[in-house]
């Protein structure tokens, strides 16, 4: 069920859950973006010294550490042996 306003039209955020506008937080992002996220979630990652980004970001970011890794340990690896790397 979606929490949203009862008036049509409305720019209000929409949730899978019961969150309210106070459970997120704007964040500026490296790349550009302003957007929302978990303030709980962001509290965590800025207590830990941790640079916060956006969703595409953070991805892209993981994306190059599973590559990097993927060389690491393997570098004869080529796109015939596994087609979905």
């Known amino acids: 069920m979606f929490n949203a306003s009862s008036t049509p039209g409305s720019t209000s955020v929409r949730t899978l859950d019961n ?6 937080m704007k964040i500026y992002c490296p790349c ?29 970011r993981i994306s190059r550490d599973i590559d990097f890794l993927n060389d690491l340990f393997d570098p004869d690896r080529t796109v015939e042996e596994y087609p979905l790397y």
Do not use: H, Q
Request: with cysteine; charged share 35%; aromatic share 2%.
């Open 19 to 24: 969150s309210g506008p106070r459970a997120f």
């Open 32 to 60: 550009g973006k302003i957007v929302d996220l978990g303030k709980r979630e962001m509290g965590v990652k800025l207590s830990l010294k941790k640079e916060l980004e956006c969703t595409a970001c953070r991805n892209a």
